[in-house]
């Protein structure tokens, strides 16, 4: 990294560890069943993932094409069928099943029609045998997807969390992120959402697009508090290699000027939020204090345990974290779909990261740190035997020197509300130094 890129408060959004481009294809195909087999499956996490939007952000680098030819989406849920039953199978059938959370993801779940959303649901419930209204189950959606008819079969199904990507309330600003979208649309299918009682309302919102200011920013806050919403999600625009935005940019690489501006926009939405009664529960995350608890009692994101249906899914286990193949660019995420659909033996893991015992103890520190409640050093203690100050003391000790990292004494170790800040600085200066190189070495396709 350079000078410039070690001080740049925005390199790496980690909402994961380690990141997919750290992934390469296992020659040895591991069979799912032997890497399960001595897994905890008493409070596994459920992810399905839909590879298709409508249209493609400008800012966006997820694992998603635009629209899908007549037949895709049908061809999509049956191999997302096939491939339920054989993870089913791999889970066995000596221990307890049980999943303590699930959601729906992509893309735009909601691309899919209501008949298409109930397949999808059948498949969590009677392939997996997740029950959705038991557990907690969010469901992302974008304004033009939530439909009366979409938003009813998942309300049915028992969502309680719908995350809507709206990221400006103000027209010329989502033109300016390749978003197209009118407010008036976005307001209709915020009542919808409301019509239907989901309990827990999340809003997307992005700062740092070109030619916003503070005032337009917290205008966008504002409409969306109008809605009085359990969840808020505030996003620094990135500008990713092989996006629409990043064919239009003139100069690459790191801009000082433009990270002030987003920390600026980020303090001024940060303070805005905890004025109204919001707590931060992350860098991006504000719930409002009186909001339903969306996560279970016995499952953590810290933990394994995570079982990952379709293309753009990940799943962990405590010895490998496995997908599909990576792509960004259009012509390769389709072939990649492709290749999905016409599988039929989803009984291995084909791309992934092997998981060691530093590895599991970076990770820990990784997912725990970036939370706003930190890390409880006793609960690390408890499972590495070592303290965290043991394992990562240098790291740490950089962190507190810079102000970021509050008492390192206490119970917790938390980022102090500048650590928190720099929560896309902190995150990849954790990142072990085979994963930097695993990164560094990806070919972007």
Not at 253 to 276: I, K, N, S, V
Not at 393 to 419: F, I, K, M, N, S
Request: aromatic residues 10%; negative net charge.
């Amino acid at each position: 990294m350079t000078t410039a890129q070690l001080t740049s408060p925005y390199q790496h959004y980690v909402y994961a560890y380690p990141h997919k481009t750290a992934y390469r294809r296992l020659p040895d195909r591991p069979a799912l069943r032997s890497l399960w087999a001595a897994e905890d499956k008493s409070a596994l996490s459920l992810y399905l993932h839909i590879p298709f939007c409508e249209v493609r952000c400008g800012f966006c680098n997820l694992f998603t094409r635009i629209g899908a030819p007549e037949g895709l989406t049908g061809a999509y849920l049956d191999a997302l069928e096939r491939q339920a039953d054989a993870v089913r199978e791999a889970l066995g059938n000596t221990d307890p099943v049980r999943f303590a959370t699930a959601a729906f993801g992509g893309g735009t779940p909601t691309f899919l029609t209501a008949a298409e959303l109930e397949r999808l649901c059948d498949i969590a419930e009677h392939r997996m045998g997740a029950d959705l209204r038991a557990i907690p189950l969010s469901v992302e959606a974008s304004p033009a997807t939530a439909t009366a008819d979409r938003l009813a079969v998942l309300a049915e199904r028992g969502t309680t969390r719908l995350s809507l990507g709206i990221q400006s309330f103000v027209d010329s600003e989502a033109r300016a992120a390749v978003r197209p979208q009118r407010r008036a649309n976005v307001e209709a299918a915020l009542a919808r959402i409301r019509d239907t009682r989901i309990p827990v309302l999340n809003i997307d919102l992005i700062y740092g697009i070109d030619g916003q200011t503070e005032q337009t920013w917290l205008r966008s806050l504002d409409s969306a508090l109008a809605w009085k919403p359990e969840e808020l999600y505030l996003y620094p625009l990135y500008v990713r290699p092989l996006t629409g935005l990043d064919r239009h940019r003139a100069e690459p690489g790191p801009d000082p000027a433009w990270d002030a501006q987003r920390l600026h926009l980020y303090r001024a939405g940060r303070d805005h939020l905890l004025a109204r009664g919001y707590t931060q529960q992350s860098m991006r995350m504000f719930r409002r204090a009186d909001a339903p608890q969306q996560g279970a009692d016995d499952y953590a994101c810290q933990t394994d345990g995570m079982i990952g249906l379709g293309c753009g899914a990940r799943s962990y286990t405590a010895g490998m974290h496995y997908s599909f193949d990576y792509a960004v660019g259009m012509h390769e995420i389709r072939g990649i779909i492709d290749d999905y659909v016409a599988t039929s033996d989803f009984g291995r893991a084909e791309v992934g990261y092997r998981m060691d015992a530093h590895e599991a103890r970076r990770r820990h520190l990784l997912q725990s740190l970036l939370q706003a409640e930190g890390l409880p050093v006793d609960d690390y203690r408890a499972r590495f035997e070592n303290s965290p100050f043991d394992d990562f003391g240098a790291e740490l000790h950089r962190l507190v020197d810079r102000g970021w990292l509050a008492d390192t004494h206490a119970r917790y170790l938390r980022l102090t509300p500048e650590g928190l800040a720099h929560s896309d600085a902190i995150g990849p200066e954790l990142f072990s130094p085979a994963v930097r190189s695993a990164m560094a070495a990806y070919e972007r396709r």
